[in-house]
Every structure is written in C-alpha cells, then in structure tokens.
C-alpha cells in the first residue's frame, strides 16, 4: 500500500465543550453519527472524545482535499473503536466518493489527547503495491 494523502488536525476540547453547550444535540446531530455520540456520551471524558472524533473529520477533509465543501458533510466521515483496537474510520457518501477518485482505499488514524487539545492524524492508502 502506497500512503496517497495526508491530513492533520488539532482541537481544543473546552472549545468543543463550550459549542456543545451553546448549541447542544442540533450539532452533536449535524457533526457526529448516532453510534459516535453514543460512544462518547457513554465516557467519562464525553468531551476530548467528542473533541478527538472533530478533529479526525477535520484531517480526514484536509486528506481528501476538500475541506467542508464539495459536498461532504461531518456524518460523511464516521469514527468507530472497537473495544481494545486502534480507532478507525468508515467513509460514506461524497467522502467516499473523493476517496475513491483519489485511489484512497483506506484510512489510518491516530488521535491522542494532552494538554487540553485532541489531535488527530489521517492517513489515506492506495491499494497493493507494497510498503511504502
């Protein structure tokens, strides 16, 4: 596999927690899945999981090159962890139609969280070819 693009991005959680109390489910809504927000309202920690998830859609636009036009919308870019695996992430619509264009096949991310900022790395790859 051969790595196509690159994204990175960096969140502050107070920020995210200061929208979240201003604008409440309307933007969980319109940013996260169903099965994100579960996710995160179930930790303790709500907050930096919701901040890390926002700063994956963020790297991963940056990744596909379109930032938030072009049709992709935040639930086009879906964030899950399985207990005990790295996280991962599902594309669905016009995401995944950039993706595709690209030769995007699939996609690494990283998150960690420190200092009161969620960072988030995204990775995008082309099948075959080897390692690069």
Do not use: N
Request: glycine share 10%; hydrophobic share 50%; aromatic share 6%.
């Amino acid at each position: 596999m051969a790595v196509v693009a690159l994204g990175l991005d960096l969140a502050r959680i107070e920020r995210l927690e200061q929208v979240i109390a201003r604008r409440g489910r309307r933007f969980l809504e319109r940013v996260f899945t169903p099965d994100e927000r579960a996710y995160c309202d179930a930790r303790r920690t709500a907050a930096a999981s919701y901040a890390g998830r926002f700063a994956v859609k963020e790297a991963v636009m940056k990744m596909l090159g379109t930032g938030w036009a072009r049709g992709v919308r935040w639930v086009d870019i879906e964030v899950t962890r399985a207990a005990g695996q790295a996280p991962r992430v599902r594309l669905h619509g016009a995401a995944a139609a950039h993706a595709r264009r690209l030769g995007i096949a699939s996609v690494l991310v990283s998150i960690t969280h420190d200092a009161g900022i969620a960072a988030a790395v995204a990775v995008g790859q082309s099948e075959g070819g080897g390692a690069d």
